[in-house]
């Protein structure tokens, strides 16, 4: 059914770049906003993916129908807002019933300005990415709809595309900090370059006893190392990886001299170090029921993931930091998910073990990065 009437709305359109229109209703946020429109197939968990700052600069398509019934609280939150530019919903419900709510949707959608569109034909609109592709798209309301819809469209073909944006270095702290998660006994100090940390990866590390200092991207692999840790992790965050300048030359410093796990854009990252590629997905991986296989063990995962791009690189190739065994693969598409260099301390996984939201099939990777820094480099 529609929103209208449950709460203050007034018409919107979404346009995608190829010209397709899909109308709704817009309950906040600005008269234009843009962003790379993907679909995410999480059932629950809205509160955690849009504030995961690896949907910057991304409009999220939610595919479960009915979004908001749980309200919001402060400790779903990933970030300190939402990272993502707006959320495309088939129905927003006005109605809030959680224990653990402390606010409606709608009103921390409002409180935080993110553009919501709703009463979207989401199932259309999936469909289209899927066979389309992701594009950019655009949301428009209020005085944006006097435009004709060949303006519109133009304007959303002249803002910015995913390819070639390094979005990391938008997202990253300002400068380092400690990490407010303590751990109840602090076993490990693990430096976290923060490419656009979530807050469960913090709460991941302090439980396996990991006291965590956070540093924005850009910082020199001198400086990680004076830090004095006992591991490096590399963060998950948006964007293209082949536009993150000077990770890689900074991570090719670090290898070998300090155990390192990447996860999502850490592990492209640590891709591109190792003299791989990264490529443009058709239409990414956004959801928290991903079937990944753990090529050693042959256990399948079921795996919360967020990422447009990914890395090319055979089993058992030769790079510069020596050979290097693939160690998962997405059961969908067969693409890489896993990675584990055999001359150097150092793996990576493309999907978010941490799990906020999702399974937590992947948890023990936590505990794999902290046999890791007990064996050193």
Aim: net charge negative; with cysteine.
């Amino acid at each position: 059914m529609s929103d209208a009437g449950l709460f203050d709305t007034q018409p919107a359109v979404l346009v995608l770049e190829d010209g397709t229109t899909f109308r709704g209703e817009a309950v906040c946020g600005g008269d234009a906003t843009f962003g790379e429109v993907v679909f995410n197939t999480s059932l629950v968990g809205y509160q955690e993916v849009i504030s995961d700052p690896s949907y910057a600069g991304q409009l999220v398509t939610m595919t479960y129908p009915h979004i908001g019934n749980y309200g919001a609280n402060a400790h779903d939150d990933e970030s300190r807002r939402p990272a993502a530019e707006g959320i495309v919903l088939r129905d927003l419900s006005a109605v809030t019933s959680n224990h653990r709510s402390e606010e409606s949707f709608t009103t921390y959608l409002a409180r935080n300005g993110l553009t919501c569109i709703t009463g979207v034909d989401t199932r259309r609109l999936t469909r289209h990415i899927r066979s389309e592709g992701a594009m950019t798209g655009g949301i428009f309301s209020g005085v944006a709809l006097d435009k004709s819809p060949a303006e519109l469209t133009d304007a959303v073909r002249e803002s910015p595309a995913m390819e070639g944006r390094d979005l990391a270095s938008v997202v990253t702290a300002g400068a380092p900090y400690v990490s407010p998660e303590r751990p109840a006994e602090a076993r490990y100090r693990v430096a976290l370059v923060d490419f656009g940390v979530k807050r469960t990866i913090l709460r991941r590390l302090a439980a396996a006893g990991c006291d965590v200092t956070v540093f924005p991207a850009g910082t020199s692999a001198d400086d990680l190392l004076a830090h004095g840790g006992d591991g490096v992790m590399l963060s998950n965050g948006p964007g293209d990886p082949a536009a993150v300048a000077g990770a890689p030359a900074t991570l090719a410093a670090l290898l070998g001299n300090v155990p390192v796990f990447g996860i999502c854009l850490g592990h492209q990252i640590l891709g591109l170090t190792l003299g791989a590629r990264t490529f443009k997905l058709p239409f990414g991986h956004h959801g928290a029921n991903h079937p990944v296989l753990d090529v050693e063990t042959g256990r399948i995962e079921i795996t919360s993931q967020n990422h447009g791009f990914s890395v090319a690189l055979d089993d058992g190739a030769e790079t510069p930091f020596g050979k290097v065994d693939l160690t998962h693969r997405n059961l969908n598409d067969d693409t890489l998910e896993g990675l584990a260099c055999r001359d150097v301390a150092a793996f990576s996984v493309q999907y978010h073990p941490e799990a906020g939201p999702g399974p937590h099939d992947a948890a023990y990777l936590f505990e794999r990065f902290t046999k890791l820094m007990d064996r050193g480099v």
